[in-house]
Nanobody, 123 residues
């Protein structure tokens, strides 16, 4: 059974940075498609970034050039480096695994989810 645990969220001012981590266990990490999603109150969950087992990445237009997804296969950990944060980036951020399609930013194409970590950006 896949288990995902996110960490690294917090409160920052506009323009600041945060790095989210997602520790994964319960499966062969390197063979899974993984991604980061976020959900703000009253809004649908949206894809932020995804990464293939070979390291290829895909980003939502809203975060391109500011966010970087990466993975450390030796540590079974997924990361999301977030720079130049904006108030509109405020949301609960979720790690997702067991994706059905490489590079997907569609939430229902993932079968495993973490509990989420809150990111709040103030102006």
């Amino acid at each position: 059974q896949v288990q995902l645990v996110e960490s690294g969220g917090g409160s920052v001012q506009s323009g600041g940075s945060l790095r989210l981590s997602c520790a994964a266990s319960g499966y062969t990490y390197s063979s899974y498609y993984m991604g980061w999603f976020r959900q703000a109150p009253g809004k649908e969950r949206e894809g932020v970034a995804a990464i293939d087992s070979d390291g290829s990445t895909n980003y939502a237009d809203s975060v391109k050039g500011r966010f970087t997804i990466s993975q450390d296969n030796a540590k079974n950990t997924l990361y999301l480096q977030m720079n130049s944060l904006k108030p509109e980036d405020t949301a609960m951020y979720y790690c997702a695994a067991d994706g059905l399609v490489a590079g997907s930013l569609i939430y229902y194409e993932y079968n495993a989810w973490g509990q989420g970590t809150q990111v709040t950006v103030s102006s």
